[in-house]
T-cell receptor, first 111, second 108 residues
Framework: DTAVSQTPKYLVTQMGNDKSIKCEQNLGHDTMYWYKQDSKKFLKIMFSYNNKELIINETVPNRFSPKSPDKAHLNLHINSLELGDSAVYFC??????????FGPGTRLTVL | GIQVEQSPPDLILQEGANSTLRCNFSDSVNNLQWFHQNPWGQLINLFYIPSGTKQNGRLSATTVATERYSLLYISSSQTTDSGVYFCATNSGNTPLVFGKGTRLSVIA
């Protein structure tokens, strides 16, 4: 199946821990993104990579560090997790300036 | 940056009814997309429509860029249409800005 996939789907962890979320797309897109959706369903861009280069880095704590090993992968590492980090994190991809396709989301719960 | 406003915030429909969702934006844009988030959380791209009109089955969308709005039409609604509908837009190379969504509930 051609798609955007991300793992894990659910992540439950304690405050202070470090965790990673992985994302892969096989659509041949050149741009990948991380979005955060809060409890009120508001979607906000966090990062964007184009051909492995960081092009958008919104106001996000530096505890969040994206990494793109190649055009098809974009991972998100989060250090020292806080309660306020609880949210659904969506990976997405597109060809520059065209339709955006989302992964299934990772629901992160910090206890 | 661009402001995106969606209306109505909530909508309840009887199955079979038609509806129109609106998206207003504050600036000239070169990208306008509509998404559906189903009750399981999955975000599906419905339309990429920076201008003009497109149709896909019972759904159609129209963007009038000069007047800074877009409309999503849902005809003969079904319970599977329930969920949250988002519009998103940007200009130039800025990131897509999402509206707060319209929560649609279709009742059998």
């Amino acid at each position: 199946d051609t798609a955007v996939s991300q793992t894990p789907k659910y992540l439950v962890t304690q405050m202070g821990n470090d965790k990673s979320i992985k994302c892969e797309q096989n659509l041949g897109h050149d741009t990948m993104y991380w979005y955060k959706q809060d409890s009120k369903k508001f979607l906000k861009i966090m990062f964007s990579y184009n051909n492995k280069e960081l092009i958008i880095n919104e106001t996000v704590p530096n505890r969040f560090s994206p990494k793109s090993p190649d055009k098809a992968h974009l991972n998100l590492h989060i250090n020292s997790l806080e309660l306020g980090d609880s949210a659904v994190y969506f990976c997405a991809s597109s060809l520059t300036g065209t339709s955006l396709f989302f992964g299934p989301g990772t629901r992160l719960t910090v206890l | 940056g661009i402001q995106v406003e969606q209306s109505p915030p909530d909508l309840i429909l009887q199955e079979g009814a038609n509806s129109t969702l609106r998206c207003n934006f504050s600036d000239s844009v070169n990208n306008l997309q509509w998404f559906h988030q189903n009750p399981w959380g999955q975000l599906i791209n419905l339309f990429y429509i920076p201008s003009g009109t497109k149709q896909n089955g019972r759904l159609s969308a129209t963007t009038v860029a000069t007047e800074r709005y877009s409309l999503l039409y849902i005809s003969s609604s079904q319970t599977t249409d329930s969920g949250v509908y988002f519009c998103a837009t940007n200009s130039g190379n800025t990131p897509l800005v999402f509206g707060k969504g319209t929560r649609l509930s279709v009742i059998a």
